[in-house]
T-cell receptor, first 113, second 111 residues
Framework: DAGITQSPRYKITETGRQVTLMCHQT?????MFWYRQDLGHGLRLIYY???????DKGEVPDGYVVSRSKTENFPLTLESATRSQTSVYFC????????????FGQGTRLTVV | GQNIDQPTEMTATEGAIVQINCTYQ??????LFWYQQHAGEAPTFLSY????GLEEKGRFSSFLSRSKGYSYLLLKELQMKDSASYLC????????????FGRGTSLIVHP
């Protein structure tokens, strides 16, 4: 399917476990992003990537790890999940052009118990 | 750093006009985006402004004043389906092209 897809859509995990959220886009966009969305905070950038093998921290990177070995994939790993990481996670992608918008995946609702 | 402010919540009547404001303070400026997000869904793009003035797209218009650090989204002929959150995002100049989002404005349209 064309577009940007996230998996899983819903995930419940226990404190201390490692969990990986997947993101795949079919447009060959250069930029990919991970945001978390929480009530009262809006969308906050966790990590972003300008191209394969290039990643950088956003506003709230602690506790998260990313990789981008292929242009189309940008997985986000929570190394040891904490309750404060309960959130809705959105992956997005965009081209390198400054006037183009970001396209968002459908989101992953993660609950850490 | 960047600071983006929007009202938390607004209510309006079906068929009316509503204006959602966004003020920002950034280190340089390279464009402002508006997104719409329905509950439980992903944000979707509405508009982009990089020069001063009004951009019109059907029932939605977006205005920008760079000197005032101010934008608004104008929704005309409101429909019930316009009930959603509206997110303002600003892209700073220099370096990366990453937009920073405000906290969003929840718009409730009632009959």
């Amino acid at each position: 399917d064309a577009g940007i897809t996230q998996s899983p859509r819903y995930k419940i995990t226990e404190t201390g476990r490692q969990v990986t959220l997947m993101c795949h886009q079919t447009w060959s966009h250069s930029y990919m992003f991970w945001y978390r969305q929480d009530l009262g905070h809006g969308l906050r950038l966790i990590y972003y990537s300008a191209a394969a093998d290039i990643t950088d921290k956003g506003e709230v990177p602690d506790g998260y790890v990313v990789s981008r070995s292929k242009t189309e994939n940008f997985p986000l790993t929570l190394e040891s999940a904490t309750r404060s990481q309960t959130s809705v996670y959105f992956c997005a992608s965009s081209t390198f052009d400054t006037n183009t918008e970001a396209f968002f995946g459908q989101g992953t609702r993660l609950t850490v118990v | 750093g960047q600071n983006i402010d929007q009202p938390t919540e607004m209510t309006a009547t079906e068929g009316a006009i509503v204006q959602i404001n966004c003020t920002y303070q950034t280190s340089g400026f390279n464009g402002l985006f508006w997104y719409q997000q329905h509950a439980g869904e992903a944000p979707t793009f509405l508009s982009y402004n990089v020069l001063d003035g009004l951009e019109e797209k059907g029932r939605f218009s977006s205005f920008l004043s760079r000197s005032k650090g101010y934008s608004y989204l104008l929704l005309k002929e409101l429909q019930m389906k316009d009930s959603a959150s509206y997110l303002c995002a600003v892209r700073a100049s220099g370096g990366s092209y990453i937009p920073t989002f405000g906290r969003g404005t929840s718009l409730i349209v009632h009959p």
